[in-house]
Nanobody
Framework: VQLQASGGGLVQTGGSLRLSCAVS????????MGWFRQAPGKERDFVAA????????YYTDSVKGRFTISRDNAKNTVYLQMNTLKPEDTAVYYC???????????????????WGQGTLVTVSS
């Protein structure tokens, strides 16, 4: 399975960006999809996840109400719409895929099977 993230860039505080992650190699609908981020000098943190059908979504508290994860199974793509961006959202954003759904273990990076290469989001103050 290959994951290709895109859509990062430089944006001012309060602005918006939409990240995309295209998946190839296996049936996309088999996977729970997620987004993580890693700021300089920090660990990779869970941001959001979406289960196979797209009905159930999960977010870390700091992005609830600002970020929206969605997926298009026909296009093999998962999205992260990021609104009202803050400087603390600055990070490299990674998409990831896993075959199991467990709300308790969503933040556990070692349980995600596949990772994209990351896309940099910089929010200027």
């Amino acid at each position: 399975v290959q994951l290709q993230a895109s859509g990062g860039g430089l944006v001012q505080t309060g602005g918006s960006l939409r990240l995309s992650c295209a998946v190839s190699g296996r049936p996309f609908s088999n996977y729970v999809m997620g987004w993580f981020r890693q700021a300089p000098g920090k660990e990779r943190d869970f941001v959001a996840a979406i289960e196979w059908s797209g009905i159930s979504t999960y977010y870390t508290d700091s992005v609830k109400g600002r970020f929206t994860i969605s997926r298009d199974n026909a296009k093999n793509t998962v999205y992260l719409q990021m609104n009202t961006l803050k400087p603390e959202d600055t990070a490299v954003y990674y998409c990831a895929a896993r075959t199991t759904l467990s709300r308790a273990t969503m933040p556990t990076t070692s349980l995600w099977n596949y990772w994209g290469q990351g896309t940099l989001v910089t929010v200027s103050s």
